[in-house]
């Protein structure tokens, strides 16, 4: 993201569409930090952004990362009263799957072939 910040002076007259992924639901106001805390209001006015809920699979981690969740997930198991987000974190770390199909992304693709005027 920084590189591409670093060009930002050539990219303000022109259509940017940018678009993150993660595990998250996609909560409007956490997917609205995430962009406030790399854009500034000028580049937040100025592009249009897609937030696409990606996937999670543990068995694809390096071993850190690995021990991490391990520790995070054994955590969350002991709690007694779990939020959506964590109950949906668990649940992804017990069946690994991807949210990314034709049809999640498919406003990011209709946009970007939208004709422009």
């Known amino acids: 993201m920084r590189r591409f910040l670093r060009h930002w002076p050539l990219l303000a007259t022109k259509t940017v569409v940018l678009w993150h992924t993660g595990a998250n639901p996609g909560h409007p106001d956490v997917v609205t930090e995430v962009w406030r805390s790399h854009l500034t209001d000028e580049q937040l006015q100025s592009t249009t952004r897609f937030y696409l809920r990606g996937g999670f699979d543990a ?6 990362d690995r021990i991490l969740m391990r520790g995070m997930v054994a955590h969350l ?3 007694k009263i779990l939020s959506e987000d964590e109950r949906g974190l668990l ?10 199909d034709r049809v999640t ?13």
């Open 91 to 100: 649940a992804m770390y017990d069946h690994p799957h991807t949210e990314l």
């Open 105 to 117: 992304i498919a406003p990011l693709v209709n946009h970007v072939k939208a004709p422009r005027g």
């Open 59 to 64: 068995h694809r981690l390096g071993w850190l």
């Open 77 to 79: 198991r002991r709690k």
